[in-house]
Nanobody, 115 residues
Framework: QVQLVESGGGLVQPGGSLRLSCAASGSISGIYSMGWYRQALGKQRELVAA???????NYADSVKGRFTISRDNAKNTVYLQMNSAKPEDTAVYYC?????????WGQGTQVTVSS
């Protein structure tokens, strides 16, 4: 089964930027849609953004205009560019298939937005 490894998280100041990466151990070219999810402390995991094989994107209202999802099928990698970060973006970020989660969750990458 394809395994997912997220990276790129860290501490960022409000208004700052981060680029998250999700590397898959196998091909994602056959996966129709991939998504980035996040889980803040004490809250349920939620979808942040998703992208289809053809490049169609959708975003949660809370990140529209600030985050950009992209995918490189040749590198089996999905990215999340986070701009204009807000404290409420603080969470562990994960990637997986969308809209149905079919792969084992990776370890995630922690994003903390704080001054």
């Amino acid at each position: 089964q394809v395994q997912l490894v997220e990276s790129g998280g860290g501490l960022v100041q409000p208004g700052g930027s981060l680029r998250l990466s999700c590397a898959a151990s196998g091909s994602i070219s056959g996966i129709y849609s991939m998504g980035w999810y996040r889980q803040a402390l004490g809250k349920q995991r939620e979808l942040v953004a998703a992208i289809t094989f053809g490049g169609s994107r959708n975003y949660a209202d809370s990140v529209k205009g600030r985050f950009t999802i992209s995918r490189d099928n040749a590198k089996n990698t999905v990215y999340l560019q986070m701009n204009s970060a807000k404290p409420e973006d603080t969470a562990v970020y994960y990637c997986n298939t969308h809209p149905i989660v079919t792969l084992a969750w990776g370890q995630g990458t922690q994003v903390t937005v704080s001054s």
